[in-house]
């Protein structure tokens, strides 16, 4: 193995090794008798190669790649007052406009085609 390649694994293994629970919730914050636990979904996917072959100049060539990618989203939080929890789900306000413009353009492709229908009778 080159010690490019060498480095690169060891660097994947330092990245791999800082994802842990503690990136999945959150620290707890406290104020006026009311904690929040945030809670994080945490997403993380990485690969790497290598390999030898023949140089441009006709010499022996090698070469090592990696890449990482971390994604994380809001999941919700636990609310702790007066010795009760509750869960409180995040609402992803995206995701919700995103879902309301897909009805919208289902709806207005419908009503297109029942008015086609019509105008052809």
Known sequence: MTDTAARTLELLDKI???MTAGTVVSEPITQDGLTVV???RVLGGG????????GTDGGEGDGTGAGFG???????AFVIKDGTVRWRPAVDV???????????VVALLTIRAIVK?????
């Open 16 to 18: 791999r090794g800082g």
């Open 38 to 40: 945030p809670v994080v």
């Open 47 to 54: 690969g790497g190669g290598g390999g030898t072959g023949a």
């Open 70 to 76: 971390v994604s994380s989203r809001p999941v919700g």
């Open 94 to 104: 995206n995701r919700i406009i995103l879902g309301g413009q897909v009805v919208a």
């Open 117 to 121: 229908a019509r105008h052809k009778r």
